[in-house]
């Protein structure tokens, strides 16, 4: 179960997937997102790209009204807007992540110092996985 499908059973969006993802996800996606499959094994499946996977109006400024019900719910629920942090935190990300846009760490980190959070932040090279098992491993 992903997050999308999470956010539709809990808030009763009634989303029609086809128009959020796209290709072999969109075709395999009740049996792939089931939590029973390994994140290596996720990964040669739907690959690291977003741009394969998700509906080319997921990159558009007026994306559809089926990304739009799910993007009005992660707004109400980012931590980005709606929670600083009261410890020292650091905020690490690829520069060249393929499944999520360095946009999101950026924005994230702005947030979090707007609102006077103690922050540090690393930007590094090995796309999601690699620069992540860096980081954890370092």
């Not at 290709?23 to 094994?41: A, C, K, Y």
């Amino acid at each position: 179960m992903c997050s999308s499908d999470l956010y539709d059973k809990w808030y009763g969006l009634n989303l029609d997937y086809s128009r959020i993802f796209i290709g072999p996800l969109l075709e395999n996606m009740d049996s792939w997102l089931d939590r029973t499959h390994f994140r290596d094994q996720l990964t040669q499946w739907i690959g690291q790209d977003l741009h394969q996977y998700m509906h080319p109006d997921f990159f558009t400024v007026e994306r559809n009204s089926e990304i739009n019900k799910l993007w009005k719910k992660f707004r109400e629920n980012s931590l980005a807007t709606g929670w600083t942090p009261k410890t020292h935190i650091l905020i690490a990300h690829a520069e060249d992540d393929l499944s999520v846009p360095t946009r999101v760490a950026t924005y994230t980190c702005e947030q979090f110092r707007k609102r006077g959070a103690r922050l540090r932040s690393h930007y590094g090279k090995g796309g999601h996985y690699e620069f992540g098992k860096w980081f954890f491993l370092r």
